[in-house]
């Protein structure tokens, strides 16, 4: 099992950055695969950046240039720095966790921070 706390959250102005952290209660070299996902009012969650054991990053298409996934081994601890953000990024952001488990792996999810991008 892994415990996930995300902190960063906030409003800021359409062009803004922000950076979101989460820290897991155990060393991320343990997790499989560490991502971000957001969902908005009425919208499904949707997967907005994730990092695989072994450094391979992948990211939605809305958010390619503009948003980067990081991680600190020694704090572990995952990252997304949002850069020229926008109105429709406005959402509730999750941090997730992918643990193997036998041939399949399990989800854990932290409990979300809220970004909200408005003038």
């Known amino acids: 099992q892994v415990q996930l706390v995300e902190s960063g959250g906030g409003l800021v102005q359409p062009g803004g950055s922000l950076r979101l952290s989460c820290v897991a209660s155990?060393?991320?070299?343990?997790?499989?695969?560490m991502g971000w996902y957001r969902q908005a009012p009425g919208k499904q969650r949707e997967l907005v950046a994730a990092i695989i054991s072994g450094g391979i990053t992948n990211y939605s298409d809305s958010v390619k240039g503009r948003f980067t996934i990081s991680t600190d081994n020694a704090k572990n601890t995952v990252y997304l720095q949002m850069n020229s953000l926008k109105p429709e990024d406005t959402a509730v952001y999750y941090c997730n966790a992918q643990i193997v488990v036998g041939s399949g792996t399990s989800d854990y999810w932290g409990q979300g921070t809220q970004v909200t991008v408005s003038s």
């Open positions: 155990r060393s991320i070299f343990s997790i499989y695969a």
